[in-house]
């Protein structure tokens, strides 16, 4: 495995009323560290103190302290947490190591309780521990999000190819208005030569001619100014036509919303919360139902109910704070309780024990309807949440769009007014023009009245020309936008397949890492006839919510050989304790390895490691000593003296 960066400072750490400690100051030097002694010696307790100060909550409290106290020196930075008992419950404040412990709970702290090592042993979804600390709700929203991204530059792209199709018939638009131009200034230079020709012939009254000349003026240029008036009217109606389309699209499409209102929303998140906290109680129970299962079925099946330890020397290293350890010897058919400590039947305790068997089943059908329940709101909370913000986005639209509309209704009405006014304007130049025509000047009337709209043809054909020239240029500069645009979107390709292959990336890796370390340990450890334990990535179709998904799952395969050399598979249940313990350790070490917690997290901790012999242990321990800069481990003294001597070593705490 990879071996983390070389740390020369050691850790300090000033310890008070953790565990089972009243005071302890203890300095860490980087490498494997082991905690050597015998049962309530505060090994454990330490470890917790180690965990408080990186930022864990799974420390405890002093029995006889209100008030506990950690402070961490490393690398010239000093982190102090603090424990307060606030009823049953602890709660931690001040600086620590690390902002988020959850992964470093899951994978670095691999006491008794660790819930890595205890999944394995639970038989639990091996892929949803390993992936926990994997935001996937965060990366699907990504996902969307970048899918919209692409999607929007899809559209775009589409425009960008449909308007392009249309640049042919627009530069032979534009090169037609270019030609009819042309022909028109030529026809109205014509126009003005038999115009100059006929004011030649023409002397008198030359006063009113000028003032003629100067009314068909206004006249030509009013006309014009109307038209260029009718054709924004024009666009302006189209452009309100197309605006109140959109508006009734936006009105129908808001209609079909459903309101959110904000306690709605609260109620669903209020009731997530609720569930988790439901989910996280029944896990605990589950836990704590197993391991007493566990340790009672042991004992009856070892038939061994000697006394292991006194009730007064339990200290902190009881599993999850229950004092249910010990059985007195007893016949074979009436056994000293050893809860209650009165002679019972032996089928009592095993009456007992299949009632806490039905409960557990109990308990984990209930989770699984908690998690169904919880799938559900969580969906429903999402489709809210979408709708939710659709809807804000329809609003925000139509509201645009009738103040859009407000202003182009208000637009059209003042031009509608001055084309009005344009209107009685070229009704008193008419007017104007037919009092000063007389049959003397109706020929070079004619011929005016043929240049002016000859003159007011070519402004509207150059007013076309540039509306075109316009267009192909808008369209020109789009296609050159588009190479960017896939670019663009070649990016987002690469990131969506990056997003959607990194949970299966890290589902591989995981699967990887287990199988490659747990090969090389089972060699090193050499367990008879346990041939191969590996887990293998399968796809399961499982309900989610309202829906069936496929899913990935992990399913742990145990390998073992008969005498006669058979392979054959066996189940964790039938695994020895001493085997089960090294399956847990290595699934936490891959779940440390794929979520590279040693670039974030430098203590590793090792705890209850007794149902391994000492010289596994000692091997175990040399197989671990890279991975982490500090390795810490609690060893009974006997366990110890099987490990390196080169290894530190604490005695006394």
């Given at each position: 495995?990879s ?46 103190s ?94 969307q ?34 030609e ?31 003032k ?10 009013t ?48 009731e997530i ?42 200290g ?67 489709e ?9 986005e ?30 009685d ?5 008419e ?18 009245r ?14 076309d ?35 959607r ?7 591989t ?5 287990f ?13 008879e ?8 990535r ?5 309900r989610?919510?309202?829906r069936?998904?496929d ?9 073992r ?36 917690l ?5 203590f ?5 490691l007794?149902a ?10 040399d ?31």
């Open positions: 495995m071996t983390p960066e070389e740390v020369t400072n050691s850790a300090r750490f000033s310890v008070e009323n953790v565990g089972g400690i009243d005071e302890a100051e203890l300095d860490i030097s980087p490498g494997v560290t082991i905690l050597s002694g015998k049962n309530a010696t505060n090994r454990t307790s330490f470890l917790q180690i965990m408080a100060a990186m930022g864990s909550r799974q420390a405890t409290l002093k029995g006889d302290a209100d008030e506990g106290r950690v402070t961490f020196e490393y690398e010239d930075e000093v982190y102090e947490r603090t424990l307060k008992r606030a009823g049953d419950s602890v709660q931690f404040s001040g600086e620590s190591y690390l902002d988020d412990s959850e992964v470093a709970d899951l994978f670095a702290f691999l006491l008794e309780t660790n819930e890595a090592r205890q999944s394995v042993a639970r038989g639990d979804d091996l892929r949803d521990v390993i992936m926990r600390p994997v935001d996937t709700e965060a990366i699907k929203e990504e996902i999000r970048l899918e919209t991204e692409k999607d929007d530059i899809n559209d775009e792209l589409a425009t960008i190819e449909s308007r392009k199709r249309d640049l042919p018939d627009l530069e032979q638009r534009r090169n037609s208005l270019r009819q131009i042309a022909d028109k200034r030529e026809e109205l230079a014509e126009k003005e030569e038999e115009i100059d020709e006929s004011s030649h012939d023409i002397q008198e009254s030359r006063r009113e001619q000028e003629l000349e100067e009314r068909l003026d206004d006249l030509r240029s006309r014009s100014d109307l038209e260029s008036l009718r054709q924004k009217i024009e666009s302006r109606e189209t452009s309100i036509r197309s605006l109140k389309q959109e508006r009734s699209e936006l009105s129908d499409e808001l209609a079909d919303l459903p309101e959110t209102p904000m306690g709605d929303m609260e109620h669903l998140e209020s919360e609720r569930l988790r906290g439901k989910r996280q109680t029944l896990n605990n129970d589950i836990s704590d139902l197993q391991s007493l299962i566990q340790y009672n079925e042991e004992r009856l099946e070892s038939e061994d109910y000697e006394v292991l330890g006194t009730l007064e020397d339990g902190d290293e009881t599993a999850n704070g229950s004092v249910t350890e010990q059985l007195l010897e007893g016949d074979d058919e009436t056994v000293v309780c050893w809860t209650c400590g009165s002679s019972v039947e032996r089928e009592q305790i095993e009456d007992t024990v299949d009632r806490l068997q039905s409960l557990r089943e109990e308990k984990l059908s209930d989770l699984s309807e908690i998690k169904s329940d919880l799938e559900d709101l969580k969906s429903d909370k999402r809210a949440e979408q709708k939710q913000r659709r809807r804000e329809v609003e925000r639209k139509l509201n645009d769009v009738e103040d859009e509309l407000e202003q182009r209704t208000e637009q059209i009405d003042s031009l509608k007014d001055q084309r009005e006014e344009l209107t304007e070229v009704e008193t130049l007017s104007a023009v037919e009092e000063l025509e007389s049959e003397d000047f109706e020929d070079i009337l004619d011929l005016h043929e240049a002016n709209q000859l003159e007011f043809d070519i402004d509207r054909l150059e007013s020309l540039d509306d075109v020239s316009e267009e192909i240029a808008e369209i020109e500069a789009m296609v050159e936008r588009a190479e960017d645009l896939r670019e663009e979107r070649d990016e987002l390709v690469d990131e969506l397949t990056d997003k292959t990194k949970v299966g990336q890290i589902e890796e995981a699967v990887e890492a199988n490659e370390h747990m090969d090389a340990v089972l060699d090193i450890l050499g367990y006839n346990l041939d191969r334990v590996w887990i293998e399968i796809e399961r179709t499982v989610e919510g309202r069936k998904v899913k990935s799952a992990f399913e742990l395969h145990i390998v050989t008969t005498e006669n050399g058979a392979a054959y598979e066996d189940t964790i249940d039938h695994l020895s304790e001493s085997e089960r313990e090294v399956v847990g350790l290595i699934f936490a070490l891959a779940g440390y390895l794929v979520h590279d040693h670039e974030t997290v430098p590793m901790l090792l705890d209850s007794e391994i012999d000492a010289d596994r242990i000692a091997a175990l321990v197989y671990f000593a890279d991975a982490a800069d500090f390795l810490v481990i609690a060893l009974l003294e006997e366990d110890a003296q099987a490990l390196d001597d080169d290894y530190a070593r604490v005695t006394t705490i």
